[in-house]
């Protein structure tokens, strides 16, 4: 089944900082990857989404991700990060019936000043 | 436009209790999705739908039904609350399968005591 894995359960850098949030999937096709944002007690956000093309997706809020079939993964990155990033980030792929997403644990972020 | 609307925001039940979920859309969207959002557990799946009158079981659909009488609405309903349905509730809906975005409400906080 389609799964993502998202290795880090917490992370801190200081606000500036460059950030990488580590996904990796299992699939046997070319997926569907998404990354989405929840910000403290919110609903999810999407972030950014890879279906074909261009290995290197840029998203909204300057965050981008780049797929990497060698390696299965959809790193999520930003090359400085400001306070208002603190949040969880969720890296998805569509699911086995092609209807819905398989979401990752998520990992935590904390901008430190 | 309200997007994802969802009904209510907290609920607090006791066990063996029954309650509906609205989740209603204004985007004239297919596809619509219940997920329960717990604690190092990321989202997962409870049931979808594929358009008005269907419904299907996700990853986790025991102790929930759901209903999609009308296009915009998706009802999750328990029939007898139980303290590990304590969670938080999201949906969601999308267009069409696989390349657009999922957009979220904002949730809905239960505590079954």
């Known amino acids: 089944a389609q799964s993502v894995t998202q290795p880090d359960i917490h992370i801190t850098v200081s606000e500036g900082a460059s950030l990488e949030l580590r996904c990796n999937y299992s699939y046997g096709a070319t997926p569907y990857l998404f990354w989405y944002v929840q910000s403290p007690g919110q609903g999810l956000q999407l972030l950014l989404k890879y279906f074909s093309g261009d290995t290197l997706v840029q998203g909204i809020k300057g965050f981008e991700a780049e797929f990497k079939r060698s390696q299965s993964s959809f790193n999520l990155r930003k090359p400085s990060v400001h306070w208002s990033d603190a949040a969880e980030y969720f890296c998805?792929?569509?699911?086995?019936?092609?209807?819905?997403?398989?979401f990752g644990k998520g990992t935590s972020l904390l901008v430190t000043p | 436009n309200a997007g994802v609307t969802q009904t209510p925001k907290f609920r607090v039940l006791k066990t063996g209790q029954s309650m509906t979920l609205l989740c209603a859309q204004d985007?004239?969207?297919?596809?619509m999705y219940w997920y329960r959002q717990d604690p190092g557990m990321g989202l997962r799946l409870i049931h979808y739908s594929v358009g008005e009158g269907t419904t299907a079981k996700g990853e986790v659909p025991d102790g929930y039904n759901v209903s999609r009488l009308k296009k915009q609405n998706f009802l999750l309903g328990l029939e007898s609350a139980a303290p590990s349905q304590t969670s938080v509730y999201f949906c969601?809906?999308?267009?069409?399968?696989?390349?657009?975005?999922?957009?979220f409400g904002q949730g809905t906080r239960l505590t079954v005591v």
């Open positions: 998805a792929v569509i699911s086995n019936s092609g209807y819905a997403l398989n």
């Open positions: 985007m004239n969207h297919e596809y």
């Open positions: 969601a809906s999308s267009y069409s399968r696989r390349n657009t975005e999922a957009f």
